[in-house]
């Protein structure tokens, strides 16, 4: 009766034949599936590899591969010379499980439920979003001029030979030649004092932000942070519990007597000095000092989130902060997502001496170090020369861009879009009237393909000034010009529809006026 009843369940089963998917696997897959959901019960027979490969109208082979997985998985026995069974060790009570199944949308809040509290918290941050890579988000540099040829010599030669290190895994610091390599190239271009052991290896600034935060900061610890700022900052810093002080700018940079004024005993600063984002100012060396100052009075830590300092177009760069702090209070943090690309996922710290033992003991916690050969490569792409030429090219070909984008914003939305040149970084941020709904408008553009970020989104108790984030670095002059008059068509349709919504209640008015 079992054999009969395996018989016609497996023998009508549908194979889909058009699927790149093997038909050993298929059948697999739906064995084992009637198996886990209890519709084959532990002990049945199932039909010989023959007959079942007649009914399904496949090979024998097929099926005698199939067979013989399950077998490797103990899904089925074969007792010698009397077939194959569903294994009788297996605990019928366990086996409604749906392994692979997807939870399905509508089973979302059920797993919310599930969760811890913190859980809960985390994934209800939702700071970040991620847009796909179209003209002009901001955080995209141009990829296809990235010496790619190079890039894979240098990972193919330490994949072929590879150190022992490399397999087992290294230090949670990261590969020392490339911190040397790192420390090396901040100390000469951006006066950072360090050595290598101060340098960690990170997945990028995102990470650095997390591992500070975990190391510095309590929750309900005050951190300083720049008002309008950068989104993954404010996320990294409310998942660890802190509570945000948002600090207004100025021409000058972050307003060191406000942010004294609104929290003078907090524990932390987090700043981009060198091009604020997303204003683009430069903190000038006076509030520098002040912040720095403020630091050591109330004996709280600075973090300089100094993303995107190699591409400076006019003037000369200013010094980076942790080259003035003569305290050990500031940790710097820098990325290769913009100098090379963000799917690299390398980045790094540089953190005062005293505190090299913590951070790498709260980095083995999270998951030590990221990938060693890649790690190793940038270290011979730093030191080769290969890393400062690209830089060179993309810092010629990022003015060059950024002065197109100027020119075709001033041609096709000069009326209502405000933009001036920037000395430095890979955006432009274009003002708006503050009447004006920049989230609606960058909605709109979205939805044609153009993203461009509302900057009254950034910030959080500042009155927010109306804009958009225009990213160039990554967007070649064709794109630019095509994706600009999209953008003038987006404008064109939002004030049209905003003339008309005004209008409306006038005319209403207008009519009742009439009929009275
Ligand atoms: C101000 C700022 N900090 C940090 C980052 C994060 O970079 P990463 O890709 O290294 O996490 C970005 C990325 O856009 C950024 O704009």
Same mark, same amino acid.
């Given at each position: 009766?079992?054999?009969?009843?395996?018989?016609?369940?497996?023998?009508?089963?549908?194979?889909?034949?058009?699927?790149?998917?093997?038909?050993?696997?298929?059948?697999?897959?739906?064995?084992?599936?009637?198996?886990?959901?209890?519709?084959?019960?532990?002990?049945?027979?199932?039909?010989?590899?023959?007959?079942?490969?007649?009914?399904?109208?496949?090979?024998?082979?097929?099926?005698?591969?199939?067979?013989?997985?399950?077998?490797?998985?103990?899904?089925?026995?074969?007792?010698?010379?009397?077939?194959?069974?569903?294994?009788?060790?297996?605990?019928?009570?366990?086996?409604?499980?749906?392994?692979?199944?997807?939870?399905?949308?509508?089973?979302?809040?059920?797993?919310?439920?599930?969760? &811890?509290?913190?859980?809960?918290?985390?994934?209800?941050?939702?700071?970040?979003?991620?847009?796909?890579?179209?003209?002009? &988000?901001?955080?995209?540099?141009?990829?296809?001029?990235?010496?790619?040829?190079?890039?894979?010599?240098?990972?193919?030669?330490?994949?072929?030979?590879?150190?022992?290190?490399?397999?087992?895994?290294?230090?949670?610091?990261?590969?020392?030649?490339?911190?040397?390599?790192?420390?090396?190239?901040?100390?000469?271009?951006?006066?950072?004092?360090?050595?290598?052991?101060?340098?960690?290896?990170?997945?990028?600034?995102?990470?650095?932000?997390?591992?500070?935060?975990?190391?510095?900061?309590?929750?309900?610890?005050?951190?300083?942070?720049?008002?309008?700022?950068?989104?993954?900052?404010?996320?990294?810093?409310?998942?660890?519990?802190?509570?945000?002080?948002?600090?207004?700018?100025?021409?000058?940079?972050?307003?060191?007597?406000?942010?004294?004024?609104?929290?003078?005993?907090?524990?932390?600063?987090?700043?981009?000095?060198?091009?604020?984002?997303?204003?683009?100012?430069?903190?000038?060396?006076?509030?520098?000092?002040?912040?720095?100052?403020?630091?050591?009075?109330?004996?709280?830590?600075?973090?300089?989130?100094?993303?995107? &300092?190699?591409?400076?177009?006019?003037?000369?760069?200013?010094?980076?902060?942790?080259?003035?702090?003569?305290?050990?209070?500031?940790?710097?943090?820098?990325?290769?997502?913009?100098?090379?690309?963000?799917?690299?996922?390398?980045?790094?710290?540089?953190?005062?001496?005293?505190?090299?033992?913590?951070?790498?003991?709260?980095?083995?916690?999270?998951?030590?170090?990221?990938?060693?050969?890649?790690?190793?490569?940038?270290?011979?792409?730093?030191?080769?020369?290969?890393?400062?030429?690209?830089?060179?090219?993309?810092?010629?070909?990022?003015?060059?861009?950024?002065?197109?984008?100027?020119?075709?914003?001033?041609?096709?939305?000069?009326?209502?879009?405000?933009?001036?040149?920037?000395?430095?970084?890979?955006?432009?941020?274009?003002?708006?009237?503050?009447?004006?709904?920049?989230?609606?408008?960058?909605?709109?553009?979205?939805?044609?393909?153009?993203?461009?970020?509302?900057?009254?989104?950034?910030?959080?108790?500042?009155?927010?000034?109306?804009?958009?984030?225009?990213?160039?670095?990554?967007?070649?002059?064709?794109?630019?010009?095509?994706?600009?008059?999209?953008?003038?068509?987006?404008?064109?349709?939002?004030?049209?529809?905003?003339?008309?919504?005004?209008?409306?209640?006038?005319?209403?008015?207008?009519?009742?006026?009439?009929?009275?």
């Amino acid at each position: 009766m079992k054999k009969r009843y395996a018989a016609a369940l497996l023998g009508t089963l549908a194979l889909d034949r058009t699927s790149g998917e093997p038909l050993y696997r298929q059948l697999y897959f739906a064995i084992r599936e009637a198996i886990l959901e209890g519709r084959l019960r532990p002990g049945t027979r199932l039909p010989s590899t023959r007959s079942l490969a007649a009914d399904l109208d496949v090979s024998r082979n097929t099926v005698v591969i199939a067979f013989d997985q399950l077998l490797a998985e103990g899904y089925v026995e074969g007792r010698t010379g009397a077939g194959t069974y569903v294994s009788a060790t297996l605990p019928e009570e366990l086996l409604t499980a749906r392994p692979g199944r997807v939870v399905p949308r509508d089973g979302a809040r059920h797993a919310h439920n599930r969760l &811890s509290e913190r859980g809960r918290f985390l994934a209800g941050i939702r700071t970040m979003s991620f847009s796909e890579p179209a003209p002009f &988000s901001p955080a995209l540099p141009e990829l296809a001029r990235f010496p790619f040829d190079d890039w894979a010599r240098l990972l193919a030669k330490h994949w072929r030979y590879p150190k022992h290190e490399f397999l087992v895994g290294g230090d949670a610091a990261g590969y020392a030649p490339l911190r040397a390599a790192i420390a090396a190239y901040l100390g000469a271009a951006r006066a950072v004092t360090c050595d290598a052991d101060q340098v960690m290896i990170v997945s990028g600034a995102q990470q650095a932000l997390d591992l500070a935060t975990r190391v510095l900061i309590d929750p309900g610890d005050e951190v300083w942070i720049e008002d309008p700022g950068y989104a993954g900052i404010r996320g990294a810093l409310i998942a660890s519990g802190a509570a945000l002080a948002p600090v207004p700018l100025d021409g000058e940079g972050l307003d060191v007597t406000a942010g004294r004024r609104r929290a003078p005993a907090a524990r932390l600063a987090i700043v981009t000095p060198s091009h604020q984002y997303p204003l683009g100012v430069t903190m000038s060396l006076t509030r520098r000092l002040e912040l720095l100052d403020w630091a050591r009075g109330a004996d709280a830590f600075v973090i300089e989130d100094d993303y995107d &300092s190699e591409y400076r177009y006019a003037g000369r760069p200013l010094a980076a902060l942790q080259g003035l702090d003569g305290d050990g209070r500031v940790i710097y943090i820098g990325t290769f997502s913009k100098v090379m690309f963000p799917g690299l996922r390398l980045g790094y710290l540089v953190v005062p001496a005293d505190l090299v033992d913590a951070f790498r003991g709260v980095r083995q916690i999270v998951d030590s170090h990221p990938s060693s050969v890649a790690q190793a490569a940038l270290a011979d792409f730093i030191a080769e020369g290969y890393l400062a030429a690209h830089v060179r090219r993309m810092r010629a070909l990022y003015a060059e861009r950024q002065a197109a984008l100027l020119t075709e914003l001033r041609k096709r939305l000069g009326g209502r879009l405000t933009v001036a040149p920037d000395e430095s970084g890979m955006h432009l941020i274009g003002y708006l009237d503050d009447a004006v709904d920049d989230a609606a408008l960058s909605q709109a553009a979205a939805a044609r393909g153009v993203v461009v970020s509302a900057l009254s989104r950034l910030y959080v108790d500042a009155p927010p000034r109306k804009g958009l984030m225009l990213g160039y670095a990554g967007v070649a002059e064709p794109a630019m010009r095509r994706a600009v008059a999209t953008l003038a068509g987006v404008f064109d349709e939002f004030f049209a529809a905003r003339v008309d919504s005004h209008s409306a209640p006038r005319m209403a008015l207008e009519g009742s006026h009439f009929s009275a």
